[in-house]
């Protein structure tokens, strides 16, 4: 009996943590509202991974005591597209409003909410962005499909905007060859002679002499 008792306690703990992993983790809709947690630290590491991965937070205020919180939830979990652009575009954490633990440090750094469950939405540095009332998003006695894509899709981060990875960097080749062939490539776009340019330049890098510039290369041409 003991035994399995102990069995019984580990895996309420493990459920426990897999839970409080996930929802730090900003996985849509995630875990529970908790007043245990530390909402703060929640926060930071949803901006951090939203840095790391292109994306926003939304910060899903609320608690276990919230009808329409729950809702909410089952709203997402039924609607694979909202489930699927929130997953792409954002990165979920929801922080604990009750009367054990109202979490009021951190919800003053942004404007008083009049209503529950409440989104804000964060950029990848933490600024807030937009405060959404969610009683506009409602429709009858859920949420209203075309009304929270619009949102979602609204505040998303612009792909455009995100930083690029690719580098700039001169091929394996001896760096005389790489900038003869990058004079060359200036070179073909002053007219017929293209090929004579190239092969000239292909030389004074072979001798080891200094290139001339592309603008003395090309007045050479017309001389």
């Known amino acids: 009996m003991t035994a399995m008792l102990g069995r019984l306690a580990f895996a309420l703990v493990m459920f426990w943590m897999a839970s409080g992993a996930a929802s730090a983790r900003g996985e849509p809709m995630a875990g529970k509202f908790d007043p245990a947690r530390d909402a ?130 001169a091929p394996d080749s001896s760096r005389a060859d790489w900038r003869a062939s990058a004079h060359a490539t200036c070179s073909r776009t002053s007219g017929d002679a293209s090929s004579t340019r190239v092969r000239s330049a292909s030389r004074i890098a072979g001798s080891g002499a200094a290139l001339p510039s592309p603008t003395a290369m090309l007045r050479s041409q017309r001389s």
């Open 40 to 169: 703060a630290a929640d926060v930071a590491r949803a901006v951090e991974e939203a840095r790391s991965s292109h994306r926003r937070v939304i910060v899903d205020v609320g608690g276990e005591w919230c009808g329409w919180c729950h809702i909410l939830d089952r709203f997402v979990a039924a609607n694979a597209d909202v489930k699927a652009l929130i997953e792409r575009s954002y990165v979920w954490v929801k922080v604990n409003y009750s009367k054990e633990n109202r979490n009021e440090a951190l919800l003053s750094r942004w404007p008083k909410v009049a209503g529950y469950p409440h989104l804000f939405v964060l950029d990848a540095n933490g600024n807030l962005v937009h405060s959404q009332n969610t009683d506009a998003l409602e429709s009858g006695t859920s949420y209203d499909r075309t009304k929270t894509l619009e949102f979602l899709r609204r505040w998303a981060p612009d792909p455009r905007a995100q930083p690029s990875t690719a580098v700039l960097r």
